[in-house]
């Protein structure tokens, strides 16, 4: 058992409004400069949609990820021989148009203008060829649904739902979205470490944040084309490629990264976690229906002697031993197993973990059975006809997360590889919580049911107000629990080990002479 330390990190959907802070905050932090003008380390798309780039989805189109071959796995568009091949010419790159042609405004036409009839107007300049253009997208063009017809309806995760289903999720008073914030997810098994060429990208033995050492990249792209999430990204200006560090020196610092600190609905959490090394490659490996169970099988618990006896023995501090153990990701994705991992298909193992939506019930018309109800309505409403009225009622408890607005099926496509049972055992401990917590603060719930409800989820009703609390009521120690860095001794391992000998393949250390 090799056990290692990853920085991870969890985003909670019921609680992100879509107020884009956290892109701004990275935007003027690292990526307001030549070249870097398109990029966003962190986005936030609405779904559904197609995303930033532009159905970065659809491997089928960029070719990113890992795909099983037999035993093993390889990348689906690069490694040695299909890197060698389009090294030169690499057809599964995303264009400019795929994210968009960034731009600013001529303000000067607002002074300069001469006088005249019309109001002037600040004309959209290119920020790449400094010329007129007409803009066309931007980087959340389709925010909020604003351009269902070509965005949200050409959402790849739709591919294997009904046309009914499809349908039933534009229909004007059943339509729903919901935000998707994205930044690297600093896999444990990165695409974009194993396509580069020049060996630039790397992971850090003492956290696992993935870098890419602008010193040693030649811009060969194949990160680009690797990363199934599209998170790598090319500076046309400097001619290297560039990604999100998640705030590496904030977090030496004890801070927490710039889109999380600054996040308005504090959904953001992150903390460490330990995991097996020696099992990458079989969990990667494995098959498709079962690649989130060995995900979550791979991450050890923390208070367990084997485990951290290991740990210690593999260099890991006692600082972020016991940062492990208070870890806000490791109760939602481990102990309360209410988070996964976003497409898990790709295969490289992310570590950026998600608590799904609970999102609205359906209401359906049904036939009026009380018609004292309809007469209490206001007089707009009595303009529908006497015959229907809306039903939003259930029978059971569980009977609204089939009625849910967006089909589990789609949800699944995103969080779980396409298995719906995963995310429906989610979104019935969500509801579990809320029931509970109605019970507690409302009173007016059967007892014997809400007592039901949480055994059926596996739940106590203290792991439910401990849900609830980190959830809702968290301070900002209890959402990033940040451990000491330990950079010195990291530095001291590499001047002993050997740069170059002593790495891994996953850009740890081979056997490590001093702790990290």
Known sequence: MDVRSQVSMLFHLDKCIGCHTCSIACKNIWTDRKGAEYMWWNNVETKPGTGYP??????????????????????????????????????????????????????????????????????????????????KAGPNWDDDLSGSPDYARKDPNLENLSPAEQEAMFQLEKMAFFYLPRICNHCLNPACVASCPSGAIYKRGEDGIVLINQKVCRAWRMCVT??????????????????????YPRIESGIAPACMHSCVGRIRYLGVMLYDADRINEVASADVNNLVNSQLSMILDPFDEDVIASAKENGVADSTIKA??????????????????????????????????????????????????????????????????????????????????????????????????????IMKKLMAVRIHRRDKTVGDL?????????????????????????????KFDDRFVIPPAHREQAIEMVENTGDVKGSSGFGFIEKPARGI
């Open 54 to 135: 532009t159905k970065w989805e659809d491997q089928d189109i960029y070719k990113g990820g890992w795909e099983k071959s037999g035993k093993s796995i390889s990348l689906i568009g690069s490694g040695k021989l299909k890197g060698l091949v389009n090294i030169f010419h690499n057809p599964h790159l995303p264009v400019i148009d795929d994210y968009y042609e960034p731009w600013t405004y001529k303000y000067s036409n607002l002074i300069e203008a001469p006088a005249q009839d019309d109001q002037p107007t600040a004309r959209p300049i290119s920020l790449i060829t400094g010329k007129p253009i007409e803009i």
């Open 226 to 247: 690797a990363c199934p999430y599209k998170k790598s990204y090319y500076n046309w200006s400097t001619g290297k490629s560039e990604k999100c560090i998640l705030c």
């Open 324 to 425: 492990a153990q208070d870890s806000p990701v490791y109760k939602f994705v481990k102990e309360w197993g209410i988070a996964l991992p976003l497409h898990p298909e790709f295969r490289t193992l992310p570590m950026l973990f998600y608590v799904p939506p609970l999102l609205p019930v359906m209401a359906s018309l049904s036939e009026q059975k009380n018609k004292e109800q309809l007469d209490k309505l206001d007089p707009i409403a009595k303009k529908w006809d006497d015959d229907w009225l809306y039903d939003t009622s259930t029978e059971e408890l569980w009977g609204t997360i089939d009625d849910a607005r967006f089909p589990l099926q789609y949800m699944a496509n995103m969080f779980s590889a396409g298995d719906t049972c995963k995310v429906k055992d």
């Open 446 to 474: 059967d007892k014997e049911n809400v007592k039901k409800t949480l055994k059926d989820v596996n739940l106590s009703a203290d792991s439910a107000d401990d849900i609830y609390y980190l959830t809702s009521l968290a």
